[in-house]
């Protein structure tokens, strides 16, 4: 029953950050007492003789058995509300750039903090390259755990930090902000889009794609990294990193098609063929706003398969 609970809490928190509805089970209407019970600690769980059993033979194990942990972390669950009520209630549309930075950083030092409690084997990396998945675990169980929580690390730095693009918006667009706004904006941002690339490299890599219900979650963070880059190559198209974000946005559009394999109701059929089309337009418009800064026509160059 309470992982039952921790269930549909970890649910709500993603529902409001993707609805922008606030959260039915407020923090302030949940006993969270329990929140560090060993019975929800999957990385305890992971270390046990438990967390090894039936991995030999992983394609014949049930995927209810196999993966026993909850498809999230309930430490990021809370997070994910205050990341909702701090940055994207509409309350929080109205602040003012120096508050709004503040609760940035709070934020930001949050999930560093909640990063470094998480056990080495399993704790995200800063960043993940090209080629490079997350380093290899003592069992199969751990290392997709590992993978889950590198992917949760980056959707929430990219949603954290993205915010900063709003500066000014209170004040007006005339209004130009102090140097030091000015450079901690540009440090967020780029805090946004390495994360938002380390995504993209990290669903890019087979194993990602192996359990069968990562449909919902596999599609929300291409989506979300998908659009952290695009919106930065509209504002820089002549930048020297434009290219390769956009050659990032064709990677996000491979993986978004690929989920098609994953998908197995009608309702995600169609989701997915309807993410499909987006971020293609994405990559459409992104090819087209670096070939007309560079004086070309969009007709000149076909957009990046």
């Not at 060993?38 to 270390?47: D, G, R």
């Not at 169980?141 to 590198?150: I, N």
């Not at 394999?261 to 706003?289: I, M, P, S, W």
Request: hydrophobic share 45%; with cysteine; proline share 6%.
């Amino acid at each position: 029953m309470r992982k039952l609970f921790w269930l549909c809490y970890i649910r709500d928190k993603d529902l409001a950050l993707l609805s922008g509805l606030p959260p039915i089970l407020a923090n302030e209407y949940c006993d969270l007492g329990l929140l560090d019970n060993e019975y929800l600690n999957h990385n305890v769980f992971l270390q046990s003789s438990k967390a090894a059993a039936d991995t030999d033979n992983i394609g014949t194990v049930a995927w209810n058995r196999a993966i026993p942990f909850l498809p999230g972390d309930p430490h990021l669950g809370v997070l994910k509300e205050r990341i909702f009520r701090l940055l994207y209630s509409p309350s929080a549309l109205k602040i003012i750039d120096s508050e709004l930075l503040t609760r940035i950083r709070q934020l930001d030092d949050e999930l560093e903090g909640w990063r470094l409690s998480v056990p080495l084997a399993l704790r995200p990396k800063l960043s993940i390259l090209p080629g490079h998945g997350v380093p290899p675990t003592p069992n199969f169980l751990s290392y997709l755990r590992s993978v889950q929580l590198q992917l949760e690390y980056h959707y929430l730095l990219t949603i954290i930090h993205t915010p900063v693009r709003r500066f000014g918006a209170a004040q007006g667009a005339e209004t130009s902000p102090p140097e030091d706004l000015h450079s901690a904006m540009h440090s967020s941002i780029d805090l946004s889009l390495e994360a938002s690339r380390s995504t993209l490299n990290l669903l890019n890599e087979p194993i990602v794609m192996l359990k069968q219900d990562i449909f919902w979650h596999a599609v929300i963070y291409s989506l979300v990294a998908a659009m952290s880059l695009f919106v930065n190559i509209l504002i820089h198209p002549v930048d020297a990193q434009a290219a390769a974000d956009t050659a990032s946005l064709a990677l996000a559009s491979k993986i978004v098609n690929r989920l098609r394999t994953q998908t197995v109701t009608d309702y995600e059929t169609k989701h997915n063929e309807r993410a499909g089309k987006f971020v293609a337009e994405l990559l459409k418009l992104a090819n087209g706003a670096i070939l007309k800064a560079n004086g070309h026509s969009a007709l000149d160059k076909s957009p990046t398969e």
